[in-house]
């Protein structure tokens, strides 16, 4: 099963963490999927800000999946958590 997010809105008030992007190419997912559609690429050094906690996490397609918020695209959305590092 899948989390829904939670609501931009309500995301904009907690607390996030902030991550770097190690990889180019990351795919910032529309859905945590490998089928999801792609919003868009990150590249290395990249920031992708999460609040991190069970809300926030998925676990499909044998990946676990982070959601937030990409710097670069100014979007939502989920990207795997193999490629981000808490900076």
Do not use: C
Not at 19 to 36: A, C, E, K, Y
Not at 69 to 79: D, F, K, Q
């Amino acid at each position: 099963d899948v989390t829904e997010p939670m609501l931009k809105e309500e995301f904009s008030t907690k607390k996030l963490w902030t991550f770097t992007v190690t990889g180019n190419d990351v795919r910032l997912r529309r859905t945590p999927s490998l089928q999801g559609e792609i919003i868009g690429l990150m590249q290395k050094g990249d920031q992708f800000k999460t609040e991190w906690t069970d809300e926030t996490y998925a676990y499909a397609d044998g990946i676990e999946w982070e959601y937030g918020y990409s710097v670069r695209h100014n979007a939502y959305g989920w990207v795997s958590g193999s490629y981000i590092t808490l900076a």
